[in-house]
């Protein structure tokens, strides 16, 4: 089993509907990230958190929000998904400044 | 600001030919460290090497090998001998190390052909 899991892997949903992508892992790292990437612009952090209490936002986190249910799950939501939203999405996790740890991926198409 | 560069969008190589990927990187901080992935075609990420901004040797993986410059902000990569299974999209990243975290700034990556 992978120590970073993605559900679901793949996403058809349509415009205005509200979908949650969930992340957990088994690696007992305390910081959790989720990524967006689009063709030719890499990766962007979208949110980033310690642990249950405390929730960042990155770069691009306009029209995202956030849980941290627990120390392993970390769930990204879309409260009115839009086609601009469409895109691959990683959750990762670190142990302070280690490497960070990519689950396998979620690629979402809004239409 | 943390900035990471790569300028080849696309590299197309025949087999066996060596290819550099180019990587610079701007930062203010003066600890950090810098990340390769791969991304295969079936789109996960794939962890290459990590190296911290005060080891600046050179180093070494089978047919992989990176070249970390701090006076030129570059940290390139070269696959020797490349092959068909090397074709993938690769990835820079700089780690923002604020609050502890290790938030990655990534490049927009290199897409590597390589021909049979």
């Known amino acids: 089993d992978a120590d970073v899991t993605q559900t679901p892997r793949n996403r058809i949903t349509k415009t205005g509907k509200r979908i949650m992508l969930e992340c957990s892992q088994t690696?007992?790292?305390?910081?959790m990230y989720w990524y967006r990437q689009d063709p030719g612009l890499g990766l962007r952090l979208i949110y980033y958190s310690f642990d249950v209490k405390d929730i960042n936002k990155g770069e691009i986190s306009d029209g995202y929000s956030v849980s941290r249910q627990a120390q392993a799950k970390f769930s990204l939501s879309l409260e009115s998904a839009i086609p601009n939203q469409t895109a691959l999405y990683f959750c990762a996790t670190s142990e302070g400044n280690t490497e960070a740890f990519f689950g396998q991926g979620t690629r979402l198409t809004v239409v | 600001a943390q900035k990471v560069t790569q300028a080849q969008t696309e590299i197309s190589v025949v087999e066996k030919e060596d290819v550099t990927l180019d990587c610079v990187y701007e930062?203010?901080?003066?600890?950090?460290?810098l990340f390769w992935y791969k991304q295969p075609p079936s789109g996960e990420l794939v962890f290459l090497i990590r190296?911290?901004?005060?080891?600046?040797q050179n180093e070494i993986s089978g047919r992989y090998s990176w070249n970390f410059q701090k006076s030129t902000s570059s940290f390139n990569f070269t696959i020797t001998a490349s092959q068909v299974v090397d074709s993938a999209v690769y990835f820079c990243a700089l780690s923002d190390l604020t609050g502890g975290y290790n938030k990655l700034i990534f490049g927009a990556g290199t897409r590597l052909a390589v021909h049979p």
């Open positions: 190296r911290n901004s005060f080891d600046e």
């Open positions: 690696k007992g790292h305390d910081r």
């Open positions: 930062t203010r901080d003066t600890t950090y460290y």
